[in-house]
């Protein structure tokens, strides 16, 4: 079974700081991979989502994440980070073939000072 | 486009008692998903429906978990008897299909087993 890591569970920053939150999955096989995330008193939203093509993605709110398949990683980083970005963040891998489950990482809390 | 419809938000209950949740998925989806997310952790799959079939309940302890999707719409998640260790938020999610397609969450029900 797949397995994702996300470390560095609680992260404190500056608003205009740089934000890059790391997740590595344990999977051999081709893997669909997603970041959600979940502002405070809303439910869990699709940040940003790879399949196949540039490894580079770009989702909303000026986030994007780096598909890196030797190192098994997708990690996720915005340049200037808002207030509003205050949140949770979580990785999450499903395997293209077999089981077919989607598996989170443990998440990010993030928050954001003014 | 309306989302995913969980009842009850918010429930509390004592132990060796039962709760059920309700879940009504996006309007179209045929596969509909049930999570457990523990505080502190990511979501976790309960039971995934195609329509009104199982695709995968391995990680349902079915001694005390069941859920059903009778007409293949809505879903309801049961536990009977609750233990301490069940208290965790509920997350309904539906997509489209199977494969590997954006997962929608709703809000969750936010279980307390005293």
């Known amino acids: 079974a797949q397995s994702v890591s996300q470390h560095n569970h609680h992260v404190i920053l500056s608003e205009a700081a740089s934000l890059e939150l790391g997740c590595n999955y344990s999977y051999g096989g081709t893997v669909n991979l997603f970041w959600y995330v979940q502002y405070p008193g809303q439910h869990l939203q699709l940040l940003l989502k790879y399949f196949s093509g540039d490894p580079l993605v770009k989702g909303i709110k000026g986030f994007e994440a780096e598909f890196i398949k030797s190192k098994f990683s997708f990690n996720l980083r915005k340049p200037s980070v808002q207030w509003s970005d205050t949140a949770e963040y979580f990785c999450a891998v499903k395997p293209y073939y077999g089981n077919n489950r989607l598996a989170f990482g443990k998440g990010n809390q993030v928050v954001v000072i003014p | 486009e309306a989302g995913v419809a969980q009842s009850p938000r918010y429930k509390i209950i004592e132990k060796r008692q039962s709760v059920a949740f309700w879940c009504n998925p996006i309007s179209g989806h045929a596969t509909l998903y049930w999570y457990q997310q523990i505080l502190g952790q990511g979501p976790k799959l309960l039971i995934q429906?195609?329509?009104?079939?199982?695709?995968?309940d391995s990680q349902l302890p079915k001694d005390r978990f069941s859920a059903e999707r009778l007409k293949g719409v809505d879903s309801t998640l049961k536990i009977q008897p609750a233990k301490l260790e069940d208290s965790a938020v509920y997350l309904c999610?539906?997509?489209?299909?199977?494969?590997?397609?954006?997962?929608?969450f709703g809000p969750g029900t936010r279980l307390t087993v005293l």
């Open positions: 429906f195609q329509n009104n079939g199982v695709v995968d």
């Open positions: 999610a539906s997509s489209p299909t199977q494969g590997g397609d954006t997962q929608y």
